[in-house]
């Protein structure tokens, strides 16, 4: 069945070749058409540099650590990049800053689709351990570059932002700490001086050890709650001072090398353009095989023998070869010249290849012509066994006297036979022999 379904395949495939790779053709060509007639963007690039270990990192502990592979400091800021433009709120940041903030106005409609172009326009690429490069498109010049230089400020201003905001909320927290670990220790003192008010220490000898315990224990709330006040406003202190090192230490990770500027001419990508290729070419190859397919399924003719076989479950005796492009020219011409002789006026054809000239005038009519009848008798024997030894028909033509006289042409495997050609040059002759021919083939009719 495999075989069956190759062949079917290659049999529509070859029958209708060029008109089924003409799709292709044309998606070829509706590609240069598309290449020409779509205009090319606009792609602006910038480079930033980053640096993880910087000298204020490095004395403070401030750093990132990776565990794991190692991840260079370029891989990561892209992967957080690409990680920051699936939110909404990044993407408007970066489009706030750029002449597409108007359609932002416009409608719910109108942001979604800025938002998806904005971010489908945007790429990134890690040069190296420490350089990323940003690359923006757009139909024009002027806002491919302000693309560019609004994502690597909004970046930068977002690594500020996330590391400050942490800092600010520790530094809100130890302090809010501090205010009540303040109004803690407040509380313990002011109970300590009400107890020791209530109960004043003794004009001679000491107190009884109940106060003196009270008293002990209430100097121990105080100092407990100096140490937990003095630990807030330690840790306090630290968050301001990480606080300010994370700033400056922001500023100094990341920073531009090449500023993104405005491009002169339109480029496209090789990569757009292998997709490009790829699409129009797929589209034209599916449309392809989708009319070879078609054209196999929709043929119910038998073709091969094994359609025979498949098809109505007989077997196959025999097949008819192709006939080479000689031999049909050959049997051509051969078919031209018997088909010019049968439009003659006279002419008549036998089986089993007997040749005689079409009787012709009044010889034919009276039964005239005894002088040559033997000698046109043998010939027609002869021309008539030659032939059945041949297994196939010949034709006689009566030709013009005037030209070539009566001819008696055996024709043997496709070909004149001239041996048996005979030209009678008078016309006795000629009538002659037609007139014995007559006889003879009314001899053998009438022994049929």
Do not use: C
């Not at 489009?95 to 106005?105: D, S």
């Not at 690429?125 to 609004?150: D, F, I, M």
């Not at 009566?398 to 040059?425: A, F, K, W, Y």
């Amino acid at each position: 069945m495999i075989r069956l379904i190759l062949l079917r395949l290659l049999e529509s495939y070859y029958r209708h070749r060029w008109l089924y790779l003409s799709p292709i053709a044309f998606m070829a060509l509706a590609m240069v058409g598309y290449l020409v007639i779509v205009p090319a963007p606009y792609v602006a690039q910038g480079t930033l540099y980053v640096q993880k270990e910087t000298l204020l990192s490095t004395l403070t502990s401030v750093r990132t650590n990776v565990f794991g592979r190692y991840v260079t400091p370029a891989e990561e800021t892209v992967g957080e990049l690409y990680q920051l433009m699936n939110s909404d709120g990044f993407m408007r940041a970066i489009v706030q800053q750029t002449e597409l903030e108007p359609l932002m106005n416009e409608g719910p409609k109108a942001v979604e689709q800025t938002l998806d172009k904005v971010r489908d326009s945007i790429w990134f690429r890690s040069l190296g351990n420490n350089l990323v490069e940003v690359n923006t498109e757009a139909e024009s010049p002027q806002v491919a570059a302000q693309l560019a230089t609004s994502t690597i400020e909004t970046y930068t201003r977002w690594k500020t932002n996330i590391s400050r905001d942490e800092g600010v909320a520790a530094q809100q927290f130890f302090q809010g700490l501090v205010t009540t670990y303040r109004d803690a220790l407040d509380t313990e003192r002011q109970r300590l001086t009400d107890y020791l008010v209530a109960h004043p220490e003794p004009v001679r000898g000491d107190r009884p050890p109940v106060e003196a315990a009270e008293i002990s224990k209430l100097e121990a709330a105080v100092d407990l709650a100096k140490e937990r006040l003095r630990d807030a406003e330690d840790k306090e202190e630290e968050t301001q001072l990480a606080l300010a090192q994370t700033e400056s230490n922001m500023r100094q990770s990341y920073f531009v090398v090449d500023a993104p500027t405005i491009p002169l001419e339109p480029t496209r990508s090789k990569t757009e353009l292998a997709l490009v290729l790829v699409v129009f070419l797929m589209v034209g190859g599916v449309f392809s095989v989708a009319g070879v397919v078609g054209g196999a399924v929709l043929d119910r003719s038998f073709r091969f023998p094994i359609d025979v076989k498949h098809g109505l479950n007989l077997p196959v005796l025999a097949t008819i070869p192709e006939a080479e492009a000689a031999s049909l020219q050959g049997t051509a011409a051969f078919s031209t010249r018997n088909a010019d002789s049968y439009s003659q006026p006279s002419r008549a054809l036998f089986p089993l290849s007997t040749t005689a000239a079409a009787p012709t005038g009044a010889a034919a009519a009276n039964g005239n012509g005894s002088n040559g009848a033997n000698g046109a008798t043998k010939r027609t024997r002869e021309g008539a066994e030659s032939n059945i030894e041949g297994n196939h028909y010949s034709t006689s033509q009566h030709s013009d006297p005037q030209q070539n006289g009566t001819q008696i042409n055996g024709v043997h495997n496709g070909r004149p036979n001239e041996q048996q050609s005979t030209n009678l040059n008078s016309s006795d002759e000629q009538a002659a022999a037609t007139g014995q021919a007559g006889s003879r083939l009314k001899q053998l009719f009438g022994q049929k």
